[in-house]
């Protein structure tokens, strides 16, 4: 979901940072708006490092600097393109203009233009904060339907002990999670997910398997659950607990998979398989452990079918989705999968990093299509599912 945290000027904008990287952990496409008096609290250049996007500030200011960005009707555009309005740290003279419609700068014309979910967590002086007319304030944007996630008790900045310390970054965060609605715009579609790695018995207590985690087929499977999709999710063994609301359908092996598959593919609108397939089985599993000779050992495997190029063959008017999991020539490689298997996009990712790929929670991947690439870059596994669903209805919406 696309969030744009607005900062406010406070000496609580430091938080506004772990904000950012909290909530991008969470899934959250982070789009940072800051206030003059923020700038002279936290650098923009922090933000735009954290989020690898631009920050914008204030709205006629001709010399922002390196990596901020003004223009008169750029609020408009962040209005739109948002579906959640966080304000954090919202200070005493913010909430009066959002409950007064003042709009003379970035944040407040941004708010004013903005149509969709609002959440505000103040941070102030306790005196600003028991104020009647902050408390007038708050209670005209709780009526506006806007979620106040109140500040803490303690000491704060000014000395004072009282109300007034922003609510912690984790609970701000876990609040926003739970309470932001997105997009119902999988709502008729039935997903069906392939995730985590398969297990190839060696004899019964050893196997073949895979680094793959699940963690990218699970985030994709909550992303589609929350924005209205019925999904299968067929899962490889994994350390995960499916999202709520989904089927899940356990397998061990890739031939489970396969048949898994295809007993759920008429029901299916949309196929991905983001599973790491093990392209070959044990030719006979022994039925007894195998015992130590002190001599070499040779397994022969076999080949197991291509799922994906299986459901390529049926698909009919299904849009299926595979992954390419590559440690070199990706785009190629990429792109030959996509002609290969009948996919309609293929979601390639470089696996030999240590910081995305398998069994991290960050990846980097570009998405291969018919009519061209679209390189996503590094984000963690959650937000990158967002946006993989983004790009499945535009690509669908285009070939029909
Ligand atoms: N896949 C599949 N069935 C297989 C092997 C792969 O459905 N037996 C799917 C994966 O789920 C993924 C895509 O095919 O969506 C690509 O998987 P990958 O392992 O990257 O490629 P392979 O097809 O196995 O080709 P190679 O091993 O030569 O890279």
């Not at 007038?136 to 944007?141: E, G, K, M, R, T």
């Not at 909550?222 to 397998?251: I, N």
Request: proline residues 4%; hydrophobic residues 45%; aromatic residues 6%.
């Amino acid at each position: 979901m696309n969030l744009i945290l607005g900062v406010g000027g406070g000496i609580a904008a430091y938080k506004a940072a772990e904000l950012a990287r909290l909530l991008q952990d969470r899934g959250f496409a982070v789009n940072v708006v800051m206030t003059a008096s923020a700038r002279e609290f936290v650098q923009p250049l922090t933000f735009a490092a954290l989020t690898g996007r631009k920050v914008m500030t204030d709205l006629f200011d001709q010399s922002s600097p390196e990596g901020t960005l003004s223009s008169s009707v750029e609020h408009i555009g962040v209005a739109q393109e948002n579906e959640v309005l966080l304000v954090a740290p919202a200070t005493a003279g913010l909430i009066a203009k959002f409950a007064h419609g003042l709009a003379d700068d970035f944040l407040s014309t941004t708010y004013l233009a903005f149509t969709g979910q609002v959440f505000i967590a103040p941070a102030m002086n306790t005196n600003m904060w028991n104020h009647p007319a902050t408390r007038a304030n708050l209670q005209i944007l709780r009526d506006r339907g806007h979620v106040i996630l109140d500040p803490e008790a303690g000491r704060l900045a000014c000395g004072t002990i009282g109300p007034g310390r922003l609510a912690e970054p984790r609970y701000i965060t876990d609040q926003v999670a739970l309470l932001a609605r997105p997009a119902q715009d999988f709502v008729g579609d039935t997903v069906l997910i392939t995730a985590g790695p398969t297990r190839e018995a060696i004899d019964p207590v050893r196997y073949i398997s895979n680094r793959s985690s699940g963690k990218m087929g699970y985030a994709l499977a909550e992303a589609a659950q929350r924005r209205g999709a019925r999904v299968v999710l067929v899962s490889g063994p994994v350390q995960l607990t499916a999202p709520a609301g989904v089927a899940l359908v356990k397998v061990t092996t890739a031939q489970e998979m396969h048949s898994a598959v295809l007993q759920h593919l008429a029901e299916s609108t949309i196929i991905i398989k983001s599973a790491a397939v093990a392209d070959y089985r044990v030719a006979s599993a022994a039925a007894q452990k195998l015992k130590k000779t002190g001599e070499p050992v040779t397994l022969t495997l076999e080949p197991n079918a291509d799922i994906l190029a299986d459901v390529g063959r049926r698909k009919e008017h299904r849009f299926v989705v595979g992954f390419a999991a590559e440690t070199e020539n990706l785009l190629e490689y990429g792109r030959q999968k996509l002609a290969s298997k009948r996919a309609d996009m293929i979601v390639a990712n470089l696996v030999n990093s240590s910081v995305t790929g398998f069994d991290t929670d960050l990846n980097d991947v570009t998405l291969i299509t018919g009519t061209g690439d679209i390189a996503l870059g590094q984000a963690s596994k959650r937000e990158l599912a967002g946006r993989i669903l983004d790009y499945i209805l535009r690509q669908r919406a285009g070939k029909s």
